[in-house]
């Protein structure tokens, strides 16, 4: 499995990006996918998450950000609006295989598989 995370820049504060993650995975539908960011200097952080039966996402993020797939593709995307300061970081996307029990994986150590990271940069 090989994750493939693409979109960073550099973008002013309340400006838009869009990641995207291509993943070589067969039986993507079966993925539960998530984004996760690292800061200089910090522990990396839960985002949002995407299975097969809804989303969920971080506080700080919630509003703002929206996780999206597309199973055709093999694709999951962030749409990351009004972008802070405080969102500058590598963003990662990982994948794990879904439980079918409705759980969201926000736990770092809950997912299998991990992209090389993209960075984002907001100025304030």
């Known amino acids: 499995v090989q994750l493939q995370a693409s979109g960073g820049g550099l973008v002013q504060a309340g400006g838009f990006l869009r990641l995207s993650c291509a993943a070589s995975i067969r039986t993507f539908s079966r993925y539960d996918m998530g984004w996760f960011r690292q800061a200089p200097g910090k522990e990396r952080e839960f985002v949002a998450a995407?299975?097969?039966?809804?989303?969920r996402y971080a506080d700080s993020v919630k509003g703002r950000f929206t996780i999206a797939r597309d199973n055709a593709k093999n694709t999951v995307y962030l749409q990351m609006n009004s972008l802070k300061h405080e969102d500058t970081a590598v963003y990662y996307c990982a994948a794990a295989p879904t439980s079918y029990s409705g759980y969201y994986y926000i736990g770092v150590h809950e997912y299998d598989y991990w992209g090389q990271g993209t960075l984002v940069t907001v100025s304030s």
């Open positions: 995407i299975t097969w039966s809804g989303t």
